[in-house]
């Protein structure tokens, strides 16, 4: 199988603080993964594509300052929310792609800003 | 801009029935459409993948049909369990000639099969 994890599942921060989501492809390498953003009863949306080795891709309309992105190596990249605000509380979901066909997701990060 | 629309938003039926939900994108140069599932507060489970060659995939009581021209896709499962219910979202991962490329997903149809 293809499996993806995330940590934390869930984190609560106060506002003005720095988060930092993780995301491990577990058995198989990716070369690029994705981060997506989904508030409540909306759809998931692609906020940055992430290469390993390079710099991130940004989707328009998402802060690459505010939202840093690593991929440190072909199976961990990281989501680094800085100084967040409760506007960005929502669920964080990554994605690993194997090869150029299927994307496989992480269960989400559940981030809270207070 | 890909855009992607999904109908209806929600859907409640008894257990079952047969049914039918509907994905539309605005865009025909798709690279592949996927049907996933998600469960509250949880990750999305992939149910089909088809290729923008393919015409449908099945697995099990689920089968989604492609129709590319039109940009349509609609996912059909048969003799519906209460354990179906979840939001079913539909995506589409454009063609840019290589490399892997994020997706772009409609907002859902929330799914409630009353047992």
């Known amino acids: 199988g293809a499996v993806v994890s995330q940590h934390p599942s869930r984190v609560i921060c106060k506002s003005g603080t720095s988060v930092k989501i993780e995301c491990r492809s577990l058995d198989f390498q990716a070369t690029t993964m994705f981060w997506y953003r989904q508030f409540p009863k909306q759809s998931l949306m692609l906020m940055a594509t992430s290469n390993e080795g390079s710099k991130a891709t940004y989707e328009q309309g998402v802060e690459k300052d505010k939202f840093l992105i690593n991929h440190a190596s072909l199976t961990l990249s990281t989501l680094t929310v800085t100084s967040a605000h409760p506007e960005d509380s929502s669920f964080y979901i990554c994605?690993?792609?194997?090869?150029?066909?299927?994307?496989?997701f992480g269960p989400g990060t559940r981030l809270t800003v207070t | 801009k890909q855009e992607v629309t999904q109908i209806p938003a929600a859907l409640s039926v008894p257990e079952g029935e047969n049914l039918v939900l509907n994905c539309s994108f605005t865009d025909s140069a798709i690279y592949n459409l996927q049907w996933f599932r998600q469960d509250p507060g949880k990750g999305l489970t992939s149910l089909l993948l088809i290729q923008s060659s393919q015409r449908e995939q099945t697995s099990g009581r689920l089968n989604a049909s492609l129709d590319k021209s039109s940009g349509r896709s609609t996912l059909y499962i048969a003799a519906s369990q209460p354990g179906d219910s979840a939001t079913y979202l539909c995506a589409v991962r454009m063609y840019s000639g290589g490399g892997a490329d994020g997706l772009t997903f409609g907002k859902g149809t929330h799914l409630i099969i009353q047992p």
């Open positions: 994605s690993a792609a194997r090869g150029r066909f299927e994307q496989y």
